[in-house]
């Protein structure tokens, strides 16, 4: 292919896949600043590798990249946070709208419990795509999405009662 050829592909598939890639990442991180970010990393990968990346798996590639990149990130700024006295837990949310925040109770998920859940249940792929893109068994999916719903659940379910109330 010439130069021009699979940058044009490049070009189209950006066109194409840039908002749904944005959404995953706002899913994973919450943060639209952020999202844009590992979305950026995710194309940056995406075009050096991109001659060797077959048609039929690409968006799945485009996927493991953008997780990829969360976790790395995750892991990154789990290092460098610094606090002389870290509080023993969160403090409780007294404000019901709050608690409703479904990204603030994603934000409280570790990161890869986030991922499975955010993969299977936002961007509603199966066990074993999402056990492929993580680099775990599809039982470690089940069980994190099982638990990340439970967690979920814990903090939106009172707080929904507590609203009606």
């Known amino acids: 292919m010439t130069d021009a050829g699979w940058k044009h592909d490049y070009a189209e598939y950006?066109?194409?896949?840039?908002?749904?890639?944005?959404?995953?990442?706002?899913?994973?991180?919450?943060?639209w600043h952020q999202a844009e970010d590992l979305v950026q990393a995710t194309f940056l990968q995406l075009y050096r590798h991109w001659r060797r990346i077959r048609t039929e798996t690409v968006d799945a590639y485009a996927r493991r990249t953008l997780?990829?990149?969360?976790?790395?990130?995750?892991?990154?700024?789990?290092?460098?946070?610094?606090?002389?006295?870290?509080?023993?837990?969160?403090a409780p949310c007294t404000d019901p709208s709050q608690?409703?925040?479904?990204?603030?109770?994603?934000?409280?998920?570790p990161p890869q419990q986030r991922a499975a859940v955010v993969?299977?249940?936002?961007?509603?792929?199966?066990?074993?795509e999402v056990a492929a893109l993580l680099g775990v068994a599809e039982g470690t999916v089940k069980s994190q999405t099982a638990?990340?719903?439970?967690?979920?659940?814990?903090?939106?379910?009172?707080?929904?009662?507590t609203k009606e109330a």
Do not use: I, K, W
Request: hydrophobic content about 50%.
């Open 67 to 90: 997780v990829n990149a969360f976790l790395t990130d995750r892991r990154n700024r789990r290092r460098e946070a610094v606090s002389a006295a870290p509080p023993d837990r969160a």
């Open 99 to 109: 608690a409703m925040d479904l990204n603030r109770a994603l934000a409280g998920l």
């Open 147 to 161: 638990r990340g719903v439970q967690a979920l659940r814990a903090v939106l379910v009172p707080a929904l009662h």
């Open 14 to 31: 950006f066109a194409a896949r840039a908002t749904g890639l944005r959404r995953l990442a706002y899913g994973l991180c919450g943060d």
């Open 119 to 128: 993969l299977r249940h936002l961007e509603d792929l199966p066990v074993a």
